[in-house]
């Protein structure tokens, strides 16, 4: 029987799960279920779920100082807060980036002669990160992002030779960090709860309609996984007039005021629930009730290899049986085109596919099942952070 490990897991977010979770939420959920001691230590508050250790919210309110005052928080306050706890840990993770500066808390390990693993879920703060560019945002912005850019990358590098192991979710992003930090990278998947929380067995659908005005409650739903872009308003418009399915409502979760704005101009606002801001907890619920679900890439970065895009939220529409259709291509590790879902080159590519599944509810039915088979298989948190010791320990 494995010994019972102390595992210390610095991130930047606190658990608000179980929908939306960070991978390094799961993960140290799954080292718990795994029967070992997981310690979260977060700038940004902790889980009451994961040991409380160390709560600060003053960074939560101003998400550009991500790239400026978090720097010297996310490494001196925690580093003296793990150093003076006189515990001895067995493993160190460290989730990254925002910010890279977190990364020399490995030197901790180092110091105490303890294991320690960077896992990379994004490149949200890296040059090589083309999400956050587009879109029309000020000039000084543009600039300060740039040099925030420079300077993450810089401690990248820097960083890059202290954990013993480094962990991205997917192949691309392993392909790309490889060249970059000079040096093997391990992929491992993103982490579901696919038992207690992401469990298709566990929702009744008439719970929804308790909540669903009364003129949605015999209409098909389809999940729409989108950021708040009005370019997504072209596949609503599609399905819906030019295919003439007007028995049709895409769910929506959160209020996306620009997405929403370019609904109503379309007249379009009878197709589309939008769910408000409502508790993670409720995100298996929304899931459960849909055919299938629609998962897309603002097309600046949907046909970049490494960008992770959608990737937890695959995951959990995955979990809860229902196939996928994406225009992500950094989720090609995790949708089978054709098995589990479909990898769409375009918006028209994205329409067709919607359509398919719609005039053919078996096949969805069908790839659904190979959906959640692939998520218990894969995904599940607890093989996931299996996986994980298992590439420490070699």
């Known amino acids: 029987m494995q010994r019972e490990l102390k595992i210390c897991v610095v991130s930047d977010h606190f658990s608000s799960g179980p929908g939306g979770q960070h991978r390094i939420q799961n993960l140290s959920r799954g080292f718990e279920y795994l029967g070992h001691k997981v310690l979260y230590v977060s700038p940004y508050g902790a889980s009451e779920k994961i040991s409380d250790l160390y709560i600060d919210k003053t960074f939560s309110k101003y998400s550009v100082q991500e790239y400026v005052s978090p720097y010297f928080s996310d490494f001196f306050k925690i580093f003296k807060t793990i150093s003076t706890l006189r515990i001895k840990f067995d493993f160190l993770l460290i989730g990254l980036p925002n910010t890279m500066m977190k990364s020399l808390n490995a030197f901790y390990g180092m110091v105490k002669d303890i294991p320690v693993a960077f896992d990379f879920g994004g490149l949200h703060a890296s040059l090589l990160d083309k999400g956050k560019v587009y879109g029309d945002i000020r000039i000084s912005i543009k600039i300060f992002r740039l040099f925030a850019q420079v300077y993450e990358d810089f401690l990248a590098l820097s960083s890059s030779k202290l954990p013993d192991i480094i962990t991205v979710p997917t192949t691309g992003m392993k392909n790309i960090f490889e060249k970059f930090l000079k040096r093997p990278v391990y992929v491992i998947p993103h ?19 308790n909540i669903l005005p009364p003129q949605l409650k ?55 629930f939008f769910t408000g801001s409502r508790p993670n907890i409720e995100v298996p619920l929304y899931i459960s009730f849909t055919k299938f679900a629609v998962a897309l890439s603002v097309p600046e970065i949907a046909h970049v290899y490494y960008f992770p895009d959608n990737i937890s939220k695959i995951s959990e529409y995955f979990s809860m049986g229902k196939p996928t259709i994406t225009n992500s291509l950094g989720a090609s590790d995790y949708v089978q085109n054709g098995v589990n879902g479909f990898i769409c080159g375009s918006f028209e590519d994205v329409v067709k596919k919607i359509v398919l599944l719609i005039d053919k509810p078996e096949l969805a039915i069908q790839m659904g099942k190979h959906a959640r088979e692939f998520a218990c298989e894969k995904l599940d948190f607890r093989l996931v952070a299996s996986k994980y010791l298992e590439y420490l320990e070699n």
Not at 194 to 205: A, G, H, I, L, Q
Not at 218 to 240: A, H, N, S, W, Y
Not at 250 to 271: E, H, P, Q, W
Request: hydrophobic share 45%.
């Open 191 to 209: 982490p579901v709860d696919t038992v207690n929380f992401f469990n298709p067995d566990k929702y009744v659908s008439g719970r929804l309609l």
């Open 218 to 272: 015999d209409k098909q739903f389809i999940m729409l996984g989108i950021k708040d872009d009005p370019r997504f308003v072209t596949i609503v418009e599609e399905v819906i007039f030019n295919h003439k399915l007007q028995d049709i409502v895409f769910i929506v979760m959160g209020n996306m005021n620009k997405f929403r704005s370019a609904i109503i101009k379309k007249g379009l606002d009878k197709f589309i």
